[in-house]
């Protein structure tokens, strides 16, 4: 594979930095061609599906895409906002409010973007673009809290792919999950408590995960466990007891056995047993989308009122809780140290001085540019 051209280079140009905050993707749009078109890139990740490559095409192509296509289009109709769609637009407000609150902080020549893993703006478009802008130390911020290899593995093959072609590779740095981190766990509390402070409070708090094969829990993937400390990290300060909060799973899909408990069943559970209110929240979104707004909001709270039961309080995901912003540059800031978005206007000048004197010495040499 022929390594790609690099851009023409300036000497005497300060390096600068960049932090991309990468979530899962979404559809351009809620019809069947946009969606087919998205689906088809998820789902033939083999992170995402583990399943012997020809078997699964089949599957996919002669089973799913014509068939869920329009089911799930239908679905993105109904949370689809004038803006876009809910993950998209609440991803690019965080990657502007990250910045920004970086910015404030002091962190200079420091490009703040965002990147889907399936879908648009690509990895590699935004990779591309910050290559050709001279970019020379990149963190990498999946937007996934809890590490799986369907989600944060899946971005670092993206991530790799891409250099593979790349002759001159800017350092990286990728953060692998903050699950445990503090501040998140804090913007997640301060959420919680927000809610019960205007709606008041169930006698049970749901944290609903995205669900994956229980397989992958026994070859080794740490998701499951990383769910539950989350969990248990949330319930200590909010001082709930093992009788107030649990754990369950959600987004099944196929006939396997996914990790357990099933939300779904879990909530008419829950109502056939006399509950009559019940709070959820989904700790792994960081971002409102459809696992949240409508098979949460609308589909479990519709089981749960179906099977008897009387107040579904759906707690919305981070999204720009300013919180949530402050934690996502503490995670961020955890990635760049040593990087030099900090100087002092001395040290700035410094560099620059140093950077001229570079391009001096190249130019005397022979350099064009």
């Known amino acids: 594979m022929p390594l790609r051209p690099e851009p023409s280079h300036t000497h005497g140009t ?11 993707g979404t559809p351009d749009a809620p019809t069947r061609k946009a969606v087919r078109r998205y689906l088809k890139e998820f789902l033939s990740d083999p992170r995402v599906v583990e399943i012997p490559r020809l078997v699964w095409w ?4 002669l089973i799913i895409l014509p ?22 637009v609440h ?33 590699p478009e935004v990779l591309g673009g910050l290559k050709a802008a001279g970019v020379d130390r990149i963190a990498i911020l999946p937007a996934y809290p809890q ?45 919680i408590e927000a809610h019960w402070d205007t709606h008041g409070r169930s006698e049970k708090l749901v944290m609903s995960f995205h669900g994956v094969p229980k397989r992958t829990l026994m070859l ?32 099944r899909f196929g006939k396997a056995e996914w990790l357990q408990p099933y939300t779904a069943p879990t909530l008419v ?47 919305p995901c981070l999204n720009e809780a300013p919180q949530w912003i402050a934690a996502l540059g503490t995670i961020a800031e955890h990635h760049m140290i040593g990087w030099p ?20 010495s190249a130019l005397a040499l022979g350099a064009t540019d």
């Open 14 to 24: 300060v390096p600068t930095s960049a932090v991309i905050l990468v979530n899962l």
């Open 147 to 191: 590490y799986s290899a369907t989600t944060t593995g899946s971005i670092y093959d993206a991530v790799f792919d891409y250099y593979k072609q790349v002759r001159n590779v800017p350092e990286l740095r990728m953060a692998k999950h903050y699950h445990d981190d503090e501040a998140y766990i804090d913007a997640l509390c301060a959420s």
């Open 269 to 315: 559970a829950l109502a056939q047993a006399g509950l009559k209110r019940v709070d959820l929240i989904c700790p792994g979104f960081t971002s409102d989308c459809l696992e949240t707004l409508e098979e949460i909001s609308m589909e479990a709270k519709h089981d749960f009122i179906a099977a008897g039961g009387q107040e579904f309080h759906y707690i």
């Open 220 to 251: 080794g993937d740490p998701y499951h466990c990383e769910c539950y400390k989350t969990a248990r990290l949330v319930a200590t300060k909010l001082r709930l007891d093992a009788s107030e909060y649990m754990v369950t799973f959600q987004s």
């Open 341 to 360: 978005t900090m100087l002092s206007s001395a040290q700035r000048d410094e560099e620059k001085q140093d950077a001229a004197i570079g391009r001096a």
């Open 67 to 88: 068939f869920r296509s329009g089911q799930s289009a239908a679905k993105y109709k109904m949370i689809w906002t004038k803006e876009g769609s809910p993950l998209k």
């Open 58 to 61: 089949c599957i996919l192509n």
């Open 91 to 123: 991803t690019q407000a965080q990657a502007k409010l990250l910045g920004a609150h970086l910015a404030e902080r002091g962190h200079a020549n420091l490009t703040v973007t965002m990147a889907m893993r399936y879908g648009s703006p690509s990895l």
